[in-house]
């Protein structure tokens, strides 16, 4: 996959585009971890040239993008057939059935439901590794990635729903990219170690070139973000 030209982030300064002139245009910033699962379901899709990139500046966005594209003002949005939508689990689901490319969820219909029940988990998970970045201990971070150890048991192969990436990876890959990076600066937490499947799972992903091109978060950015912000995730945005 070729190297993508990343525009930079649009501020308050920044004049609107032409809103719904038949463009499909993905608002995110380059290191929510919202906005990069539906940037890596894009990616995955090859929908590079479909789907244009408009990165916000949070701390400074744009009046127009909550004026005149989302009320909500958080990422990611799509702005796609003259509708946005919002909320990034939908989003990913969204653009994998609504845009050409390879399907990123199998037929199996037991990996589909197995799938939703992994969405409806993602929460839970992330509410038991905050437990840990806002106190002292790791028992609640270590016990979120067992569960996520014990998920990648389920099915044979590298990664959640089997041999193949899929949403599932999508949806979980740019916590656990945040988390392992906040436990180990912070706690020096290692959260592979004893965990075979999950480190094999996070070398197999670390390979897709459509997540790889995503990752833009800086680890010592992120531990100062988490000392800030502690419990509310990234971008504000579920």
């Excluded at 037991?110 to 905050?130: I, N, P, Q």
């Excluded at 192969?157 to 990219?177: N, R, T």
Aim: include cysteine.
């Amino acid at each position: 996959m070729a190297t993508e030209f990343l525009p930079p982030l649009l501020d308050a300064t920044a004049q609107e585009p032409a809103l719904f002139d038949g463009t499909t245009r993905l608002y995110m910033t380059y290191t929510c971890p919202f906005a990069q699962r539906v940037w890596i379901t894009r990616n995955s899709k090859g929908l590079q040239d479909k789907i244009k990139l408009v990165p916000l500046n949070l701390q400074n966005r744009p009046a127009w993008y909550k004026e005149k594209v989302y009320p909500e003002n958080k990422v990611p949005a799509l702005e796609h057939d003259g509708k946005v939508i919002g909320d990034s689990l939908d989003l990913i689901k969204y653009v994998d059935g609504n845009f050409e490319g390879p399907s990123l969820l199998p037929n199996d219909p037991d990996k589909r439901r197995f799938f939703e029940e992994l969405l409806s988990l993602m929460d839970k998970f992330a509410g038991m590794v905050f437990t840990t970045i806002k106190g002292d201990s790791t028992t609640e971070a270590g016990a979120a990635f067992d569960h996520l150890e014990h998920a990648l048991t389920k099915y044979d192969g590298l990664f959640l729903l089997g041999d193949e990436f899929s949403l599932a990876d999508i949806a979980f890959i740019p916590f656990v990219e945040r988390f392992q990076m906040y436990l180990s600066e912070v706690f020096q937490y290692d959260v592979t170690e004893g965990r075979p499947k999950l480190t094999a799972w996070i070398e197999a992903v670390n390979k897709i070139d459509a997540y790889a091109q995503t990752k833009k978060t800086d680890p010592k950015e992120l531990v100062e973000l988490y000392k800030k912000i502690f419990s509310v995730l990234f971008c504000l945005h579920p």
